[in-house]
């Protein structure tokens, strides 16, 4: 069975005191993981130490600490960014790239994006690569093309073996922090087609194994509806991760 994931997304949020009440009541919380399960605590960067020590402390299996971005260049003169090989020294596993946020706030391109994910593979960074499109480009109908580019441009020139450490969250943008929620028919359909364009280029044995999550606007009320589609293996969430009674009701209705 392909993984599973609950990926939790903080956003510029939570004092450190904040942070840490979070990370005690989540991980001390009485829910397990499967094998094929895996939960992901993408904090703000002056706290990835601390949730690093937190998960640690906790003795839970399969729960990793992933940044929510990283610069495209190995090291330099760079002030204010945070390089691939910082975040593997500290122990981080993940990072996230290509959020909607910083492709509209940030101006992250396609061909930035792809060096992020090539150094983030070299030091062996998990990347929880963001497509999607806004609310224009659903009302036109047009949005299988306009994510199609996202995921050909920025992965299409890594290799089978390096795609198979790739996990991709969709998340329609007009969906994020809106309130407003893809049905899970319409999540469904969207992950269906991510698949069947990785299919066409990397063969069904490779695609088949891709965590597709879902992400935009997921909360307790509505992760199991989401997650039960065939497609669809778990939620990158923002909101609902700051609330640890909500996360924890969605950790529980991964497949």
């Known amino acids: 069975m392909r993984k599973q994931i609950a990926a939790a997304n903080w956003k510029m949020n939570l004092t450190v005191g904040q942070a840490e009440k979070l990370l005690t009541d989540l991980l001390s919380g009485d829910w397990t993981l499967s094998p094929h399960q895996e939960v992901l605590f993408a904090v703000p960067s002056p706290y990835l130490y601390l949730a690093l020590k937190a998960v640690k402390a906790s003795h839970k299996s399969n ?20 390089s691939a090989e910082m975040l593997q020294s500290l122990g981080v596993t993940h990072v996230i790239l290509g959020h909607s946020e910083r492709r509209e706030y940030f101006n992250e391109t396609d ?18 690569f963001c497509c999607g499109e806004p609310l ?7 949005q299988n093309a306009y994510v199609a580019k996202q995921i050909e441009r920025s992965l299409f ?9 790739i996990v991709i969250a969709y998340e329609p943008i007009w969906a994020i922090g809106t309130g407003k929620t893809a049905t899970s028919a319409q999540a469904q359909e969207m992950h269906a087609f991510l698949r069947s364009i990785l299919v066409k280029k990397y063969g069904l044995a490779v695609a088949g194994n891709i965590p597709i999550l879902y992400g935009g606007s997921v909360k307790a009320a509505n992760a199991g509806e989401i997650f039960a589609e065939t497609d669809v293996d778990g939620g990158l969430v923002g909101g609902a991760s700051l609330v640890a009674r909500e996360f924890e009701a969605i950790i529980r209705a991964l497949k």
């Open 63 to 82: 729960v990793f600490i992933c940044s929510q971005n990283c610069y495209s260049e190995q090291s330099g003169a760079y002030t204010g960014e945070t």
């Open 111 to 128: 061909e930035m994006l792809a060096k992020k994910v090539d150094i983030s593979l070299l030091h062996d960074l998990t990347p929880v």
């Open 136 to 142: 224009s480009v659903r009302e036109a109908g047009t």
């Open 157 to 165: 020139h890594l290799s089978s073996d390096a795609l198979q450490k």
